[in-house]
């Protein structure tokens, strides 16, 4: 355990972090099941609607410093390709 002052601030931070992080990370996958599972059931509308959501989410994200800009990008380019490929196929 920290036994300065400053190393017990830098545990409590790095806690915080943690559990922030961890929201973020669930979101992100929960964002990106959402869409998959629209293409899966072969609803477009709901596939589309989840796509935006998970557009406007995750690229929120990359402003709060969660997300690195590309990384974030290539996330969305992903979605969006699984959804495109739906409406050629359907």
């Keep these: 355990m920290a036994n300065h002052k400053s190393a ?8 915080k972090r ?3 992080n961890r929201f973020y990370r669930t979101r992100i996958k929960n964002l990106t099941r959402a869409v998959r599972e629209a ?4 609803d477009q509308e709901k596939a589309i609607a989840a796509l935006k ?3 406007k989410n995750i ?3 990359v402003n709060k410093g969660i ?11 992903r979605l969006a390709k ?3 490929n739906m409406s050629k196929v359907a």
Aim: zero cysteines.
């Design 8 to 15: 017990k601030k830098r545990a409590r931070q790095t806690i």
């Design 18 to 20: 943690t559990e922030r």
């Design 39 to 42: 293409v899966e059931s072969g």
């Design 53 to 55: 959501n998970a557009n």
């Design 59 to 61: 690229h929120s994200y």
């Design 67 to 77: 997300l690195k800009k590309n990384t974030a990008a290539r996330k969305v380019s």
């Design 82 to 84: 699984i959804v495109n």
